[in-house]
T-cell receptor, first 111, second 113 residues
Framework: NAGVTQTPKFRVLKTGQSMTLLCAQD?????MYWYRQDPGMGLRLIHY???????AKGEVPDGYNVSRLKKQNFLLGLESAAPSQTSVYFC??????????FGPGTRLTVT | AQSVSQHNHHVILSEAASLELGCNYS??????LFWYVQYPGQHLQLLLK??????LVKGIKGFEAEFIKSKFSFNLRKPSVQWSDTAEYFC???????????FGSGTKLNVKP
């Protein structure tokens, strides 16, 4: 099993550009999450999903959109990138309220 | 709002020293508790977890944690650290029957050989 994978691993965007991050899991988990990790701030939840076709906002949802069209995939979109969105993005999945399994992360730089 | 506090932001120890990292949370109901570790350049990995039962839980690599409900704490311990324990450690809490995990801000541990 690959676990949780994320595409791409690195990306550099110019302010105003858009992009989509892809998260895929092969563990048949119901719940999926997107976090951003910034120095000294731990992980902050952006959006999450408790099942195919459902999404909900986390702590810091502004400037991001998500979709969960298939159970195994969770997409994170940036419509108009801003320098404040420079971060490392982690996807995770879980079986309900049990431990989360994390992907390797995507390092995004917005110039 | 719920919160998770890790009071030690940066800890420096010599090999063989004992480790204790503090974690406190602010929710009064039933919680599931976790400690994750992030080695340099890697993703988060689960160290240990507490759902119910014995409040002293043992995890991988010799780590353990004690849940003290009256203090809303879940401190991580290791009797003798190794250089390979150099990493960032995150405490996380999920409120029972809710869907959101809350993470602490992390503690960077630097173990000197």
């Amino acid at each position: 099993n690959a676990g949780v994978t994320q595409t791409p691993k690195f990306r550099v965007l110019k302010t105003g550009q858009s992009m989509t991050l892809l998260c895929a899991q092969d563990m048949n988990h119901e719940y999926m999450y997107w976090y951003r990790q910034d120095p000294g701030m731990g992980l902050r939840l952006i959006h999450y999903s408790v099942g195919e076709g459902t999404t909900a906002k986390g702590e810091v949802p502004d400037g991001y959109n998500v979709s969960r069209l298939k159970k195994q995939n969770f997409l994170l979109g940036l419509e108009s990138a801003a320098p404040s969105q420079t971060s490392v993005y982690f996807c995770a999945s879980s079986v309900y309220s049990y431990e989360q399994y994390f992907g390797p992360g995507t390092r995004l730089t917005v110039t | 709002a719920q919160s998770v506090s890790q009071h030690n932001h940066h800890v420096i120890l010599s090999e063989a020293a004992s480790l204790e990292l503090g974690c406190n949370y602010s929710y009064g109901g039933t919680v599931n508790l976790f400690w994750y570790v992030q080695y340099p350049g890697q993703h988060l990995q689960l160290l240990l977890k507490y759902f119910s039962g014995d409040p002293l839980v043992k995890g991988i690599k010799g780590f353990e944690a004690e849940f003290i409900k009256s203090k809303f704490s879940f401190n991580l311990r290791k009797p003798s650290v190794q250089w390979s324990d150099t990493a960032e450690y995150f405490c996380a809490v999920i409120l029972y029957n809710f869907n959101k995990f809350y993470f602490g801000s992390g503690t960077k541990l630097n173990v000197k050989p």
